[in-house]
């Protein structure tokens, strides 16, 4: 864990500020272990330098999830990323370009190299399953500027408006319990010039109705028109700015 990522980390129900004790830090300065508390005595603990909200059993299907990205990685899925996710959605990898990305839903931590290879400030990957202990481990070894969290994206340990950057959740947002609460929660993060980035399947009119309610404004809201043709570009994910 980068100490920069204290910047960001707070409580994630209350949103309260978190106190680091009994840091222990490798030779590069990052956090291996410790614990972060809360103003109400509340403990998170920093384990392999991972900071763990995760208060239950993990679900089946994020058991599931876990075991499937641990058994096929998808690190080899880059080109079809780049020439639909990228090419659709972005542009370009330019649009990463020192930017402050948080990476919910992150899985395999694929996409989370990705972003840190095409120059990506700081990522901050999201992830409840057990991934974060294997396959995500390998993927993003070697990396200074990338943290990993496990926790739910629904109730995310970061600060409202943190992140003026790029907060990402792609082909993950439908398989939480509410898509209208993972949204909410995941935009709120995005600070003036951010912008919240994700994909559903199906639920159309669902989708454009939560659009409307995160950014009123319309102007701010790209790849509308792109997102909603039938069949719709391979990849293409709406960009909410703040």
């Known amino acids: 864990m980068t100490p920069d990522l204290l910047n960001y980390l707070c409580e994630p129900i209350t949103k309260a500020s978190l106190q680091l004790i009994d840091a222990v830090t490798d030779t590069d300065g990052h956090i291996q272990s410790g614990q972060l508390v809360s103003p109400s005595g509340k403990r998170y603990p920093i384990i392999n330098g991972i900071p763990r909200f995760v208060e239950f059993v993990p679900t089946k299907t994020v058991e599931s999830f876990g075991d499937e990205w641990n058994h096929f990685n998808f690190i080899d899925f880059k080109v079809n990323w780049l020439s639909h996710t990228v090419l659709n959605t972005f542009g370009s990898v330019k649009a990463f370009k020192d930017k402050l990305i948080v990476d919910a839903g992150g899985g395999s931590g694929s996409q989370t190299k990705w972003f840190a290879e095409y120059g990506a400030r700081h990522v901050i990957m999201l992830d409840l399953s057990h991934s974060v202990d ?20 629904d109730a995310p340990p970061l600060r409202d408006q943190c992140i003026d950057g790029i907060v990402y959740c792609h082909n993950v947002i439908q398989h939480t319990p509410s898509v209208e609460k993972t949204a909410h929660a995941l935009y709120a993060l995005t600070a003036p010039g ?42 293409c994910a709406l960009r909410i700015f703040r």
């Open 194 to 235: 951010g912008e919240f980035v994700f994909n559903c399947y199906g639920l159309d009119d669902e989708i454009r109705e939560l659009v409307n309610t995160l950014q009123p404004d319309i102007t701010k809201i790209l790849n509308m028109d792109k997102y909603f043709l039938r069949p719709a570009p391979i990849g």
């Open 134 to 153: 294997d396959v995500v481990q390998r993927n993003l070894a070697g990396f200074k500027n990338v943290d990993v969290i496990q926790c739910s994206i």
